[in-house]
């Protein structure tokens, strides 16, 4: 998996603090994954929902995600 780079760009994280996550998914065209367990916290690995949904952002035109667990979430904002 991909790692964290804390010299991240900033302009490359996405702010990720959507109320709708099922339409952010959607948009995305990752809704079908996320409802089949198929995306984990880059951080943690543990299995993301819709209601533990935390943060995303951009690497090597990846998408990485991060549950809402403050220690994973805190990644990004140790950033802003
Ligand atoms: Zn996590």
């Known amino acids: 998996m991909l790692k ?5 760009p900033r302009e ?3 702010g990720v603090y ?3 996550v099922l339409g952010f998914f959607s948009k995305l065209g990752l809704l079908e994954k996320l ?3 198929q995306i984990v ?5 543990i299995t993301i929902t819709e209601n ?3 943060a995303v952002y951009k690497k090597n035109n990846e ?3 991060l549950c809402d ?3 994973c979430k805190n990644i990004i904002e140790g950033i802003e």
């Open 4 to 8: 964290y780079n804390p010299k991240l």
């Open 12 to 14: 490359k994280v996405y």
């Open 18 to 20: 959507e109320l709708d």
């Open 35 to 37: 409802k089949m367990g």
């Open 41 to 45: 916290c880059e951080k943690c690995k």
């Open 52 to 54: 533990n949904f935390g």
């Open 63 to 65: 998408l990485v995600f």
């Open 69 to 71: 667990k403050a220690q």
